[in-house]
């Protein structure tokens, strides 16, 4: 199982002694200037970089935290991601009949109390304390991104909502942009279960409380990037990925618990009457602006932080970065689970260049005419997978993260009037290529070997070397003279 991390600064700690991390001396500019060297680095895949000078703040910012998967791995106690990959392949093993997910709904009977959070007197998250007129979001290093971004915002906040009724617990990483010294708009979509509790409380006649939390734990960055079902406790997760609960403790203006190993914590309310402010565009992992949109006012009533802290941000880019590297763990992480749904999958890869969670390349192992239509529906039935808008599926033998195979495959098995179809499910948040207010439109390309039902003929084989005229050259392959063996024969 995971040692968890005590700290961000016990994490920082360890990727330094590895090697995995840059101290820039020099002071920064958090406008623009910060992001600009961080894009740099991260595109490069180089390592975690903290800035101990930023102009006009006091904290240290480290960016580039989680932005390689190795990087991830140690943020979790693994070697790799096959080694993530098999520790959740067990815990998919103990599942319940509902499914593993289940286990992380209200109620289950799954081991909670072994993950459950532990409730503290006291965390180091609140050595200091600032309320009310002491509070002053300006003085923290939130960086401005890209030159259309008009505001400075907090992009590496967790934040914490909760069910009035239920109590239950949810995460999630909305964009979070500072308006003044205490206010933020708060962009939750549809999909965020902190819209569902800010409907309850307008149906109630409450304001709803709001935590939003930097710092602590990496593991609880990983958690709130997983597809869990909306009504899931975010924080019992990041229990079980870094095999130690979570130990919490109570804000100081509301009874919301958040890590008290965080290093700030932002407190306030939501005003579900007060009119939708507008969240300006920000950078996307995708690579674009986003597009203006509803927001909801959060105006703080605390800042709670450690002594010294470090304060985390994340650049969004376009891929390779700190996103698509996280979400290369989750995708792992995720397989046993999507295959126990769709028996039929080999594997399935994520195009990290298309942008986080657009284009899928799926692999099956074919049985049936029309199979890949099956496939399909199912995995697109899915939470993990219900916006993915441009879908591959390939036969077993196609390797699903190498592109040129999967090009082969759609080059060689697609007839465009036969092997492509479309489907409407819920819109994809961010999407800014699909129409105002439509379905979220999605196309699949079936890139599988016909049967002679869906062709009307034969289907030619593949190319592929005879294994003993492959084991023979290879033993050979010094004789020729030809230097090194410049490319594996395929089987």
Known sequence: MPMPFHSLADFVESLEQAGELARVKVEVDPELELAAV???VAQAGGPALFFERV??????????????????????????????AERFVLSASLAEPAGWLERFRPGSMFDAAKHQPKTLKSGICQQVVKL??????????????????????ITA????????????RSLAAPPLAIVDRNRLAVGWHRYHAASRHLADCRSRGRQLPVA??????????????APLPIDADGCLFAGLLRGKPLEVVKCRSHDLEVPADAEIVIEGFVDPVEPPATLDPLGHAGGYYSLPAPAATLH????????????????SSRPPNETSAIGRAIERLWLPLVRRAVPDLVDYSFAEAAGPGTLCVASIRKTLPRHARKAAGALWGLDALMHVKLLVIVDADVAVNEGDQVL??????????RDVFFHDGPPRPLDHAAPPLSAGGAVCIDATAKFPEEHGGPWPERLATNRQIMELVQSRWAEYGLG???RSFST
Do not use: Y
């Open 38 to 40: 961080t894009c740099r």
């Open 55 to 84: 102009k006009g703040c006091h904290p240290p910012v480290v960016t580039n935290l989680l932005g390689t998967p190795g990087r991830v791995c140690r943020a979790l106690g693994a070697e790799s991601l096959d080694e993530l």
């Open 132 to 153: 009310g007129r002491d509070v002053d979001l300006a003085e923290w290093p939130a960086p401005r991104s890209w030159p259309s971004e008009p505001r400075r915002s």
């Open 157 to 168: 906040g967790v934040v914490l909502t909760v069910d009035r009724e239920t109590g239950q």
């Open 212 to 225: 939003i939390v930097l710092g602590g734990d990496p593991a609880l960055w990983v958690a709130v990037a």
């Open 300 to 315: 703080v009533t605390a800042v709670t932080h450690r002594a010294n802290p470090i304060f985390p941000a994340v650049v």
């Open 408 to 417: 082969m495959a759609v080059g060689a098995n697609v007839h465009p009037g």
């Open 484 to 486: 090194p063996p410049w």
